[in-house]
């Protein structure tokens, strides 16, 4: 097994995320096998129980892992499916360790941290590391290890130490470390300054820690005096110093790297020059092609309470990204704060109330995502009445489904009151109730976790459609809550459909509105399977009908087309790209491609 281990250093939010990806990438079109495994410094045992704010989304495993969204950057861009312990933090490793001293494994000796909590490091990396990650039986050849912070954070240091002492573990040519650092312009005098990347490595390496390559992050591409410097004062190789400078997308990054000819100092460093190929970037190099020719909009209306930080919905936007260039469209996401829609707003802050409803009716596709809490929902259900009765394109995810069916019952069924045990636990006649086998005691790692069989109900409903005709589908869950059983039959006399249930027939997965050009909501999280070039079903089926929606209100004739099953005159809603010869410049307000309102701020960059 051979190593690669990618440290940042100066600030945070460099992108080693990204780097650590691209990196996967890169080797694996060199014909290798790549897994990966991210290191959170926190005392979290996982990253359930954290919120939004604090680190971005919560990402889940087909194994019911909470993750870093960093693992959602390796399954997107490596196409693999990662297991929880591929993401170690410092809670799991000193409660691995504790629960040894329990049972007496330390023989009566003193618990320390060198060198009880640095084996414990060590062996967790190789156990993991061994674990095949891309569905064939024997381990990769190579596992990118992030570690996260920066260089110096008083946390990380047991890692540091561990890894230190690991690379000398595995001996050389199996062991090569990148570090990511950040090379700033000011912009009083125009310079690339070399200052803090210096300072950056030479406490790097009095840490034990000696870098291979370096990845600079900048604003433009390094000079070569710059460069020379680097090699000079950080002790390493001229050839083996690459620039990461701004791109239009980050689908380009494996390609600045591969051009760099990043991946020969790589593999000379794990003495593997021999055993691979040159890298085979041909579809990759496809797909960023068509993502830079994209000129056509779709525009998405995001309904949510986390608005101010897009890290909250980070696997969200990318399945809208994969399934809008699957279509051949540049998308843009409307941010709409779900509090700015409710009725209260119109009385406070009558601006945010007006911006709020302008930018939901101006969207073509309305999408409500997953979310904990009472506050923003009555903004949410009048987003999903909005979308009903105006025949605009609706998906519903975890929250967002249970919210749609909220609004139906409320309007159609005339239950006024009704809501969800989640807002009023005292609530009479609920719509969506606490699941049986929930804790109410403990939060983390017990809710309805990982991947789930969803069953069909209805052969030639929309989702099935989307999903090929396919009888079931698995897909991630994380969530407690669920459509009250008792009230389906009266829901569905009423006009809605629920059309695919778990396994026991009695847990609501799918639902949709017949009547409706497309109306779905699904209790599971389906952003989290979405990769480039294999586009989430239902997020296709969404800017399929988005697309279609913005075509009908273009045309001379609008109010007067229809929509059948969710598709207009009989077309897939998934389709493959193809390229139209125009290119698009990212401008102020582009995310990645992702063009925002102005609400959204910043995005990692990952795929």
């Not at 689908?251 to 991946?263: G, M, N, S």
Request: hydrophobic share 35%; proline share 5%; net charge neutral.
């Amino acid at each position: 097994m051979k190593y690669v281990l990618v440290t940042g250093g100066v600030v945070s939010g460099l992108g080693k995320g990204v780097t650590a990806s691209s990196i996967g990438v890169l080797l694996k079109a060199c014909g290798l096998r790549v897994t990966s495994i991210k290191i959170d410094p926190y005392l979290n045992t996982d990253a359930g129980t954290m919120s939004p704010f604090e680190h971005g989304e919560v990402f889940v495993l087909d194994d019911g892992g909470e993750v870093d969204l960093d693992l959602g950057n390796y399954e997107r861009f490596l196409d693999i499916k990662l297991t929880r312990d591929n993401n170690i933090t410092t809670g799991k490793i000193y409660q691995s360790v504790i629960e040894k001293e329990r049972r007496g494994d330390y023989l009566g000796k003193t618990v320390q941290v060198v060198p009880h909590i640095t084996d414990a490091i060590q062996d967790w990396i190789e156990r993991v590391a061994r674990i095949p990650v891309d569905g064939k039986e024997e381990p990769a050849d190579v596992c990118v290890i992030e570690l996260g912070g920066t260089i110096g954070d008083i946390e990380s240091m047991p890692f540091i130490e561990a890894l230190g002492q690991f690379s000398y573990r595995v001996g050389p040519g199996n062991f090569c470390l990148i570090h990511v650092s950040l090379v700033p312009v000011l912009n009083v005098v125009g310079e690339q300054k070399t200052k803090p990347t210096q300072h950056s490595v030479r406490q790097l390496r009095g840490l034990g820690l000696t870098p291979n390559l370096l990845a600079c992050r900048s604003t433009k591409e390094l000079d070569d005096n710059v460069k020379a410097k680097l090699a000079q004062f950080c002790h390493v190789a001229l050839s083996n110093i690459v620039t990461l400078h701004d791109v239009p997308n980050i689908w380009h990054i494996p390609l600045l790297l591969k051009d760099q000819k990043a991946h020969e100092a790589i593999l000379k460093a794990l003495d593997m020059l021999s055993v691979t190929t040159e890298p085979n970037l041909k579809d990759w190099i496809t797909t960023t092609k068509v993502y830079d020719d994209c000129h056509e909009n779709v525009r998405i209306a995001m309904v949510g309470k986390y608005t101010g930080l897009s890290d909250a919905y980070l696997s969200v936007l990318k399945a809208l990204l994969h399934a809008a260039v699957a279509r051949n469209r540049k998308l843009i996401v409307d941010w709409v704060p779900a509090g700015d829609l409710e009725d209260v707003t119109s009385e406070q802050d009558p601006d945010a109330y007006k911006a709020a409803w302008g930018l939901l009716k101006g969207a073509h596709g309305v999408l409500v995502p997953g979310g904990f809490g009472d506050r923003g929902v009555e903004g949410k259900i009048l987003a999903a009445k909005y979308a009903r009765e105006n025949n605009v394109p609706y998906l519903g995810i975890c929250l967002g489904m249970q919210i749609a069916v909220i609004e139906f019952a409320r309007s159609i069924l005339g239950l006024r009151n009704t809501t969800s045990t989640e807002f009023d636990p005292e609530a009479k006649n609920p719509c969506v109730i606490f699941m049986p086998e929930g804790s109410k005691t403990h939060m983390g790692g017990t809710m309805r976790l990982g991947s789930r069989r969803t069953y069909f109900q209805v052969a030639d409903c929309k989702s099935a459609q989307l999903y090929c005709n396919a009888s079931f589908v698995d897909e991630r869950h994380r969530h407690r809550y669920e459509v009250n059983p008792d009230m389906i039959s009266q829901l569905e006399s009423a006009g809605l459909s629920f059309v695919g249930k778990d396994e026991t027939g009695s847990r609501m997965e799918i639902v949709e509105l017949p009547s409706h050009p497309f109306f779905i909501g699904v209790q599971f999280h389906p952003e989290f399977k979405s990769r480039p070039g294999k586009p989430s079903p239902v997020f296709s089926g969404l800017i399929a009908a988005a697309c279609e929606l913005k075509r009908a209100i273009m045309s001379p004739s609008y109010g007067h087309t229809k929509l059948t099953n969710g598709i207009y005159n009989g077309h897939s809603p998934i389709l493959k790209p193809h390229q139209n010869g125009k290119t698009f410049k990212t401008t102020n307000g582009s995310l990645n491609g992702i063009y925002m309102n102005g609400n959204g701020v910043h995005v990692d960059g990952s795929v």
